[in-house]
């Protein structure tokens, strides 16, 4: 079974500070993705991955960066968090560009920004 | 981009009631549909999905029917039981990454 794991179920960060949330996938998966999810606006992407080093904007990547320097991990960076960045976030992979696959998620990181 | 709609938002059914859930997208080069099940504490996990070239489709209790041509897809569950309480989104997809989700429908399964 394919596994992506993300590194905090919760996390509780104070504005301003530099927030990391890191995902790893065991299947040896091209892509990787990551979502924030809020009530009622389901998930959206912020940025994804199709090899490592290469990244790509999804539709809401302001305030947010991201890092790949291995193929199994993916790393969503807050440079300064701020408290409408309180959300759940889900990080996927999936199989290469020439899709589309299936997008295996993990349980999610809920952070709360204070 | 892609704008993908979701109806409705909750919907509460007797187990062994039927549920359908609707889902309308914007773009006609989308050509993968999933629909994810997300329960509580845990991330969407790929229920069934359709491709483009196909109008239909059925896994046990649960079948997806797609209408290019009007730009909306359903996702069927009958013979619904407790364990099919969850939340459940449809998606739309164009091109190998771009995956475009509805804001979800929260269903529940009454005794």
């Known amino acids: 079974d394919v596994k992506v794991t993300q590194s905090s179920r919760y996390l509780v960060k104070r504005t301003g500070e530099k927030v990391f949330l890191e995902c790893v996938q065991d299947?040896?998966?091209?892509?990787m993705f990551w979502y924030r999810q809020d009530p009622g606006l389901g998930l959206r992407l912020i940025y994804f991955?199709?090899?490592?080093?290469?990244?790509e904007k999804g539709d809401i990547p302001e305030g947010y960066s991201v890092s790949r320097e291995k193929k199994e991990r993916f790393s969503l960076i807050l440079e300064s968090a701020s408290t409408n960045q309180t959300s759940m976030y889900l990080c996927?992979?999936?199989?290469?560009?020439?899709?589309?696959?299936?997008?295996?998620f993990g349980p999610g990181t809920r952070l709360t920004v204070t | 981009g892609e704008n993908v709609e979701q109806h409705p938002s909750t919907l509460s059914v007797q187990e062994g009631d039927s549920a359908v859930i609707k889902c309308t997208y914007s773009?006609?080069?989308?050509?993968?549909f999933p629909w994810y099940k997300q329960e509580l504490g845990k991330g969407p996990q790929l229920i069934i999905d359709?491709?483009?070239?196909?109008g239909e489709k059925k896994d046990q209790r649960i079948a997806v029917t797609l209408n290019k041509t009007a730009k909306h897809f359903s996702l069927h569950i009958t013979e619904t039981q407790p364990e099919d309480s969850a939340v459940y989104f449809c998606?739309?997809?164009?091109?190998?990454?771009?995956?475009?989700f509805g804001t979800g429908t929260r269903l529940t399964v009454i005794p």
């Open positions: 996927a992979s999936s199989l290469g560009l020439a899709g589309p696959y299936e997008q295996y």
């Open positions: 299947m040896d998966h091209e892509n």
């Open positions: 991955s199709y090899d490592v080093k290469m990244k």
């Open positions: 773009d006609s080069a989308s050509n993968y």
């Open positions: 359709i491709r483009s070239n196909v």
């Open positions: 998606a739309a997809q164009t091109g190998a990454n771009n995956l475009f």
